[in-house]
């Protein structure tokens, strides 16, 4: 309850809010110094919904012409919360943003990712856990590559791209000598990201 709201300090009440829909009949105006019948609600604002003032007609119409729900709020703050009003004023997950993988992310300890849909990769078992980690599809691959099972993933890319490299022919004026090893150890590549290899 913000007391020191600009709406309080222009509406002057007598006392405390009335927590219930107050007997109407027997209600003064909530208005200081008016002793008429308070017949007429006014909501409280923002904040103090279902709560309400009881005013007579002449000062629920006054209240009312200075009623400003969004009173103390800014642009910025008004249309975030019009936006809110249509969610019920829960927050909520951002859309578009994958919000549960990047907290997993942040902790990898937590969280593996076996099917790389959070763009993460579950961390390959290391040669010492598992003598051989590569079947033989891997390891013939390798070898296409001049590598062995001690490679690891950044290994592989390395000589994968110093290979391209050198048996390019668009690097090799126009040699096409090469295009054939080219053409396997992109197959042979290919295959090791296929396994999650690189
Ligand atoms: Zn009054």
Redesign the pocket.
Known sequence: MDLNSPIFDRIRVKREPRQAEPERAKVV?D?PG?D?P?AHRAPMGRLREGQYFC??L??VREYNANYNYFNGMDDGAVSRWMKEDTIGHRPTWAMGVNRAGKNFREDPAAFRDPFGMFGGRTPRPRAEDKPSPYGIAARKALTALGLDESADGPAIKARYKELVRRLHPDVNDGDRSGEDKLREIIRAYNYLRTAKLV
């Open positions: 105006c208005h008016c008429q308070g005013f007579c002449d000062h």
